[in-house]
């Protein structure tokens, strides 16, 4: 499968702390994309970031690709309790082929 | 600007009795339009994603079928529902080409009992 995988599933933090996660993905890419969903709602895009690029910021969103190691990380800084989701890492091959999407991180964080 | 609506929102069926769902997408011509599924705490799977009229690609062979009769108009269907078809169905679209940001839908929550 070329689905991608986010680790960790599951993240507990406090209010105030930063949040990481990451995403492996098993070949070449055209862009990597980031999503939030909110419990019960539909997916929400948060960045793109082309196979070229190395790193891009968006507020408190922060995205890093290394191509050499087929990996990604998203990281929010200061989180809130707002930012209680699930992020889903989506990835984009070669081709006309669509996004494939992983399992995606359950984010927690605490008030 | 584009929205992007689905309907119903929830949804509780019997097994064995059809479905059908519907997307519409408005503010944008041509996209390339997707069906996904949920599982309860899961990732998405595709279903079905179209680049135009009357073109459906399927990614998952089950009892689901899916139709884009009109431009921005992309239904997903059964005859007979199973109990594994119980899930959050979730509608997006892309600019033609399909390898940019993807737009959601609000989703439909179905039950099949």
């Known amino acids: 499968s070329q689905q991608g995988e986010e680790d960790p599933q599951a993240l507990s933090i406090q209010e105030g702390e930063n949040a990481t996660m990451n995403c492996s993905y098993k070949t070449s890419i055209n862009n990597l994309q980031w999503y939030r969903q909110n419990s019960g709602r539909g997916l929400v895009h948060l960045i793109l970031?082309?196979?070229?690029?190395r790193e891009k910021h968006s507020g408190r969103l922060r995205v890093t690709l290394d191509t050499s190691k087929k990996s990604s990380s998203l990281l929010i800084t200061a989180s809130r309790a707002a930012d209680t989701a699930s992020y889903f890492c989506?990835?984009?091959?070669?081709?006309?082929?669509?996004?494939?999407f992983g399992k995606g991180t359950r984010l927690s964080v605490i008030a | 600007s584009q929205t992007i609506h689905q309907w119903p929102a929830t949804l509780v069926q019997p097994v064995g009795s059809p479905l059908s769902l519907e997307c519409t997408v408005e503010?944008?011509?041509?996209?390339?339009l997707y069906w996904y599924r949920q599982a309860a705490g899961r990732g998405l799977q595709l279903l079905f994603y179209s680049v135009g009229i009357g073109q459906i690609s399927s990614e998952v062979p089950q009892n689901l079928s899916a139709s884009r009769p009109q431009d921005r108009q992309f239904i997903l269907s059964s005859k007979k529902l199973l109990l594994s078809d119980s899930g959050f169905y979730l509608c997006?679209?892309?600019?033609?080409?399909?390898?940019?940001?993807?737009?959601f839908g609000p989703g439909t929550r179905l039950l099949v009992l």
């Open positions: 997006a679209w892309s600019v033609i080409g399909g390898q940019e940001t993807q737009y």
């Open positions: 970031i082309r196979s070229n690029e």
């Open positions: 503010g944008t011509s041509n996209p390339n």
């Open positions: 989506a990835t984009v091959y070669s081709g006309n082929t669509p996004l494939v």
